[in-house]
């Protein structure tokens, strides 16, 4: 679901991410837990992440909710992926050959569901770090809900509807209006966010790449 909107509304930068229907405060616990497993100390972590200490202090003394663009840099920072970051329990190997992850309906990995954009976002896979991409399974919630403004964010996505309709609104491009089957390949660099359409809840399938070190801006 990652460089910054021109609205203070949307998910990339303004927005707040909050946990739905997840423990109080899980991410503040998860940032420290990860943070004293490496030995850092709160200045060497917001170092890492490159971002202030006092955002992080407040961050994990559950004072404040990232944006979206700052819960990417946390996860770079951590050398994690987003799921990976949300998850409960410590994530898998980073690297090797031969790597692999199922999700199966109802079995969860232990990633709680974020809302952002309008969205409710579970992260897929998450047991699987050092992704170049992460699947969630969305759900796009009440038109109430939805940002007004962009979301932009490095990277590029795809979204495929597996439920409801939905409207893919562009920052160069005529909406879009989606159904079950159909899907929207962008560049998250766009100014773009989904709207519900009908009184059904839509549930998608969307996948989010991040560019890596060495790739070509």
Same mark, same amino acid.
């Given at each position: 679901?990652?460089?910054?909107?021109?609205? /203070?509304?949307?998910?990339?930068?303004?927005?707040?991410?909050? +946990?739905?229907?997840?423990?109080?405060?899980?991410?503040?616990?998860?940032?420290?837990?990860?943070?004293?497993?490496?030995?850092?100390?709160?200045?060497?972590?917001?170092?890492?992440?490159?971002?202030?200490?006092?955002?992080?202090?407040?961050?994990?003394?559950?004072? =404040?909710?990232?944006?979206?663009?700052?819960?990417?840099?946390?996860?770079?920072? @951590?050398?994690?992926?987003?799921?990976?970051?949300?998850?409960?329990?410590?994530?898998? /190997?980073?690297?090797? &050959? #031969?790597?692999?992850?199922?999700?199966?309906?109802?079995? &969860?990995? #232990?990633? /709680?569901?974020?809302? @952002?954009?309008?969205?409710?976002?579970? /992260?897929?896979?998450?047991?699987?770090?050092?992704?170049? =991409?992460?699947?969630?399974?969305?759900?796009?919630?009440? +038109?109430?809900?939805?940002?007004?403004?962009?979301?932009?964010?490095? #990277?590029?996505? @795809?979204?495929?509807?597996?439920?409801?309709?939905?409207?893919?609104?562009?920052? @160069?491009?005529? +909406?879009?209006?989606?159904? +079950? #089957?159909? &899907?929207?390949?962008?560049?998250?660099? =766009?100014?773009?966010?989904?709207?519900?359409?009908?009184?059904?809840?839509?549930?998608?399938?969307?996948?989010?790449?991040?560019?890596?070190?060495?790739?070509?801006?």
């Amino acid at each position: 679901m990652p460089v910054v909107a021109e609205t /203070p509304t949307s998910p990339a930068d303004g927005a707040p991410i909050r +946990p739905a229907n997840a423990p109080p405060a899980p991410l503040a616990e998860r940032l420290r837990r990860l943070r004293t497993a490496r030995g850092w100390t709160l200045a060497q972590a917001a170092k890492a992440c490159a971002v202030a200490r006092s955002t992080l202090s407040k961050i994990e003394n559950a004072q =404040m909710s990232p944006t979206y663009e700052l819960l990417l840099k946390l996860a770079d920072g @951590f050398g994690l992926g987003i799921g990976e970051l949300l998850a409960a329990d410590d994530a898998g /190997p980073a690297h090797g &050959g #031969g790597r692999r992850s199922l999700a199966r309906p109802g079995s &969860g990995d #232990g990633s /709680p569901e974020f809302e @952002f954009g309008g969205c409710a976002h579970r /992260p897929l896979c998450a047991d699987l770090a050092g992704k170049r =991409m992460q699947p969630y399974l969305s759900r796009v919630l009440d +038109p109430g809900a939805a940002p007004a403004g962009w979301s932009r964010h490095d #990277g590029e996505e @795809f979204l495929y509807v597996l439920a409801g309709r939905v409207q893919v609104l562009t920052e @160069f491009y005529a +909406p879009a209006e989606l159904g +079950p #089957g159909e &899907g929207c390949y962008l560049d998250s660099r =766009m100014g773009h966010r989904v709207e519900r359409l009908g009184d059904e809840e839509p549930r998608l399938l969307w996948i989010a790449t991040r560019p890596q070190a060495g790739d070509a801006p």
